[in-house]
């Protein structure tokens, strides 16, 4: 198994760009989740899918932030415009049993 | 979820076993424990969960004190791969509807040559 795959794994972009950073969960998991970490506030749950569905989004800083999982093997985060203080690395990770989560290599986001 | 306590570092030599306390003194009864740890420049990796018996698997040992309210993360024979910073976490494990995970700062552990 190649376990969750994110890419970029590395994006730099200029402060009002959109970014999009996308990831692939394993195979027949069904719980999606996308994290950030930050020396600051450590690692912050942002969003959460079950069965492709948004369960819990409350993590999720501002407007300017949203997540899709069209089907089960594709999620994106976008964030639009993108802003200095939004450079941190951003991890998906993916589940099928409750509490036993497997994290991707992570996208390290710089904002310029 | 229960909150817990974790000492910011640790050291310990190579070869010797790693023991990595946390405080959850207000644990309820349908709550596990859970410990990931997190190598530098990549994703948490998750090692191992209890919820009163001892665990252990591949990886290491868990051994939670009968009153639940504390629990020792053991690496047996610590290596220079071990060097990561612990996380341990408290959470019910129901289904769905609140499956995540909150990540506390947890402990910097240094493996020394």
């Known amino acids: 198994d190649a376990g969750v795959i994110q890419s970029p794994r590395h994006e730099v972009t200029e402060m009002g760009q959109e970014v999009t950073l996308r990831c692939k969960p394993i195979s027949g998991h069904n719980s999606l989740f996308w994290y950030r970490q930050t020396m600051m506030r450590g690692l912050e749950l942002l969003i959460y899918?079950?069965?492709?569905?948004?369960?819990?989004d409350s993590g999720m800083p501002e407007d300017r932030f949203s997540a899709k999982m069209p089907n089960a093997s594709f999620s994106t985060l976008k964030i639009q415009p993108s802003e200095p203080r939004d450079s941190a690395v951003y991890f998906c990770?993916?589940?099928?049993?409750?509490?036993?989560?497997?994290f991707g290599s992570g996208t390290q986001l710089s904002v310029l | 979820d229960a909150k817990t306590t974790q000492p910011p570092s640790m050291d310990c030599a190579e070869g010797r076993a790693a023991n990595l306390p946390c405080n959850h003194s207000t644990i309820s009864g349908n709550e596990y424990v859970y410990w990931y740890r997190q190598i530098h420049s990549q994703g948490p990796q998750y090692i191992i969960h209890?919820?009163?018996n001892n665990e252990t698997n591949e990886m290491a040992s868990l051994i939670i004190t009968e009153d639940r309210k504390s629990s020792t993360l053991i690496l047996p024979h610590a290596t220079l791969r071990d060097t990561a910073v612990y996380y341990c976490i408290v959470r019910v494990a129901t289904n769905f509807g609140n499956e995540k995970l909150t990540f506390g700062t947890g402990t910097r552990l240094t493996i020394i040559p």
């Open positions: 209890g919820l009163k």
């Open positions: 990770a993916s589940s099928l049993s409750v509490g036993k989560l497997f």
């Open positions: 899918f079950n069965n492709n569905v948004p369960i819990d």
